[in-house]
């Protein structure tokens, strides 16, 4: 008993700030008046917590949850390099914490990818919620069909300039938002198509069956990667926007920003 | 009804007449428990319950043991039975009813009203400064947290006068003192808001005809660049790492020059 203890204490013995995974109010509550910063993290401040860092997504894998919280954390300068912290989360319950995970803060690689979130053009919410559309599309396909689908967010002014229309725009003079939950599955729909999505910095769906027209040198993305990832890639070089594709072959959603990669999700942990 | 009253003196006699009364007393007995268990069995299946929780009047009963179902429900079986015992007592002949009934029939609805128009007032008052608190909640300021409680009481007023004007108090001048109210309001909103109403009409007339779209170069007044994204009050124009972002008033009064080359 006194061993498990012993162990239990060496890993929350001097750790510079706690990361809380939770909104559960009362759990918050408890960390209030501890000396040692609590950091907040989830995808909505629930419990109205002074110092908070949103999540792009509900992270499934308690690996990926707490590194994007440190990524966050310590964009945000709450959390320098070298601080020890621990992570409560949940891994099997739904409702409860029972994990405890200390962590170096700079054990990970930056890879900037809650900088593709909060120091976008697009709003973060509309970076997310194009995010969940492109993991919805590649966990379902279309009608059991593994599906690609290109979507490029913000500068839309800029990236109209730098593409031109394969057909005619299905999206000219509406006004569809990708927040709105008719949108996964017209989206799904209009996936057949060939071409990019332009949406705005504020999520309207400006245009699909756009053909990209950047400048493709400078291009750092991984060999193998198909003309769809090029184009994305590349407009994000040549503007400020955002690219988010869906892979046709492999089934994996990424995020490019500034012409790299940023984010590599696998839309079936989800 | 002094005709009900002789037309059975003349059928019936007195002791039946008393044993109908009293049926009748019995009946209504059963008649406004019914009622009463209707009411709540109607706020359970309709979720009113739920709308009610935590309000004012819902507190205020619960500290007598009751809920407003339980209130609502008292105040109706309490008037058919008021009818029942009257209706009894005309039919048993036991007084002279007929001025009372006429009165209590004229007063009785009203007072009825009265009472849920309070009822009604107190729960539509509170739920609307939950709402108006719950839309101004990422607006931290102080002064933003007067606007729900005005809410309130704006409801609360309007509430007590519509009962107070049903039980007959005279209510000319708080009708009067409204009436300066809610025109001072409107005119704050006008004046406050008359940037926004125009850019807003502008915007759906905009929005609807998209006379140029996300992506155009355009000019507006001597602002030329290419339009980034467009909402119902506002353009954004962005040229050489400026952002405009012009009021569609202004759009709209000074005309757009769509450039094409």
Do not use: C
Request: aromatic content about 8%; cysteine-free.
């Amino acid at each position: 008993m006194s061993g498990m203890e012993t162990v239990v204490e060496e890993i929350i013995a001097d750790v510079d700030a706690v990361l809380l995974f939770s909104t559960d109010q009362s759990t918050y509550d408890r960390f209030e008046g501890d000396e040692r910063p609590t950091i907040v993290v989830g995808t909505d401040n629930a419990v109205g917590a002074e110092v908070y860092v949103p999540l792009p997504l509900e992270f499934a894998q308690t690996s990926a949850r707490v590194r994007f919280g440190i990524e966050g954390a310590i964009d945000q300068g709450l959390l320098e390099e070298d601080d020890e912290v621990v992570g409560l989360t949940q891994s099997f319950s739904e409702s409860r914490l029972d994990t405890a995970v200390r962590v170096r803060a700079d054990e990970f690689t930056h890879s900037g990818v809650y900088d593709l979130f909060v120091n976008s053009r697009a709003d973060s919410e509309v970076v997310r919620d194009v995010l969940e559309v492109a993991i919805e599309l590649g966990r379902k396909g279309q009608k059991g069909k593994p599906v690609g689908a290109l979507f490029v967010v913000g500068d839309a002014g800029k990236v109209m300039n730098k593409s031109r229309p394969l057909s005619y725009n299905p999206f000219e003079k509406s006004h569809v938002d990708v927040g709105d939950p008719i949108v996964n599955v017209m989206l799904k729909e209009f996936s057949r198509l060939d071409g990019a999505f332009v949406i705005s910095d504020g999520g309207k769906i400006v245009s699909a069956y756009r053909y990209l027209e950047p400048g493709a040198e400078g291009v750092d993305i991984p060999k193998g990667l198909g003309a769809r990832h090029m184009a994305g890639g590349a407009i994000t070089r040549d503007t400020n926007a955002v690219a988010i594709v869906l892979s046709e072959s492999d089934g994996m959603v990424r995020a490019f920003k500034a012409g790299s990669l940023v984010l590599e999700l696998d839309p079936e942990e989800y | 009804m002094v005709n009900l009253a002789e037309q059975i003196n003349d059928v019936i006699s007195a002791e039946t007449a008393f044993t109908l009364a009293a049926t009748v007393l019995v009946l209504g007995l059963v008649v406004a428990y019914l009622v009463w268990r209707w009411t709540h069995t109607l706020f359970r299946r309709t979720g009113l319950d739920d709308v009610v929780e935590g309000t004012t009047i819902e507190r205020g009963a619960g500290r007598f043991g009751t809920s407003t179902a339980g209130i609502v429900g008292g105040l109706l079986a309490l008037s058919v039975y008021g009818v029942a015992v009257l209706f009894a007592f005309n039919v048993a002949q036991v007084f002279d009813t007929s001025v009372f009934w006429a009165q209590v029939t004229a007063l009785l609805p009203k007072l009825l009203v009265a009472a849920f128009a309070v009822i009604v007032g107190f729960i539509v008052g509170d739920e609307a400064e939950l709402v108006v608190q719950e839309r101004l909640r990422s607006v931290k300021l102080p002064e933003a947290s007067v606007l729900p409680r005005l809410v309130k009481y704006s409801i609360y007023y309007i509430a007590a006068l519509i009962a107070l004007a049903q039980v007959g108090v005279a209510t000319t001048a708080l009708l009067v003192l409204l009436t300066a109210y809610v025109f001072g309001v409107v005119l704050l909103a006008a004046v406050a808001f008359k940037d926004l109403l125009a850019s807003g009409a502008a915007g759906i007339y905009l929005l609807l005809n998209q006379p140029y779209s996300i992506g155009d170069e355009v000019r507006v007044d001597d602002r030329r660049g290419i339009v980034q994204e467009m909402t119902i009050f506002v353009t954004h124009v962005e040229a050489d790492g400026k952002e405009y972002i012009i009021p569609n008033s202004r759009v709209f009064r000074g005309g757009i020059v769509r450039i094409r080359e």
